[in-house]
């Protein structure tokens, strides 16, 4: 059973900040690396952020680097995703995603990668 419940999420103005939690179950966590991706109404889902298994290494898309900041408290078995400097182009239900992998070391940058999937939680930044 794998379980992945996103929280946070909300409306907020341009310019402002959330952060967004994900929960998850300790076997989830301990064995995949992390990733949170987007999708705004008629568009594709896109990704935003990822993490290793061990959370040495993020990678971000170039849309929301340097105002959005990745991380994950394995021992709280939480990932996280701050977003700073919210945009209107940053209005998306946003999911948290988990990757299998038997590395500690490596990220996925594509749907495809991740076999396990939140709810989704929305956020909505307005002008």
């Known amino acids: 059973q794998v379980q992945l419940v996103e929280s946070g999420g909300g409306l907020v103005q341009a310019g402002g900040s959330l952060r967004l939690s994900c929960a998850a179950s300790?076997?989830?966590?301990?064995?995949?690396?992390m990733g949170w991706f987007r999708q705004a109404p008629g568009k594709e889902r896109e990704f935003v952020a990822t993490?290793?298994?061990?959370?040495?290494?993020?990678y971000y898309a170039d849309s929301v680097k340097g105002r959005f900041t990745i991380s994950r408290d394995n021992a709280k078995n939480t990932l996280y995703l701050q977003m700073n400097s919210l945009k209107p182009e940053d209005t998306a239900v946003y999911y948290c995603?988990?990757?299998?992998?038997?590395?500690?070391?490596?990220?996925?940058?594509?749907?495809?990668?991740?076999?396990?999937w939140g709810q989704g939680t929305q956020v909505t930044v307005s002008s």
């Open positions: 995603a988990a990757a299998p992998t038997g590395s500690r070391y490596v990220y996925f940058l594509d749907t495809a990668q991740y076999h396990y």
């Open positions: 993490i290793t298994r061990s959370g040495s290494t993020t």
């Open positions: 300790e076997h989830t966590f301990s064995t995949c690396a």
